[in-house]
Nanobody
């Protein structure tokens, strides 16, 4: 089993920064992908940013140039540095880890950006 625990969310003003963390523990082998998704009530969960085992990253257009995804393999931790936050970034942010045959989710962390 794999456990993912997110932290770092909160209430900030527009233009501020936050850094989300996702600590992974358990039986972690052959990670293919780790990523951050977000979800607003009543809408589908959407990919924000992802990073492959080879270190390749991809970003949703709406965060390019503002958010940076990174990972510390030694600590099994995934990060999302969020700069220039906008009210429309308000959502619950979820960490996702994919290994061969399985996909795991964290419990989510709320990010609220006030105007």
């Amino acid at each position: 089993q794999v456990q993912l625990v997110e932290s770092g969310g909160g209430l900030v003003q527009a233009g501020s920064s936050l850094r989300l963390s996702c600590a992974a523990s358990g039986s972690i082998f052959s990670i293919n992908f780790m990523g951050w998704y977000r979800q607003v009530a009543g809408k589908q969960r959407e990919l924000v940013a992802g990073i492959t085992s080879g270190g390749n990253t991809n970003y949703a257009d709406f965060v390019k140039g503002r958010f940076t995804i990174s990972r510390d393999n030694a600590k099994n931790t995934l990060y999302l540095q969020m700069n220039s936050l906008k009210p429309e970034d308000t959502a619950v942010y979820y960490c996702n880890l994919k290994v061969i045959g399985s996909s795991y989710w964290g419990q989510g962390t709320q990010v609220t950006v006030s105007s």
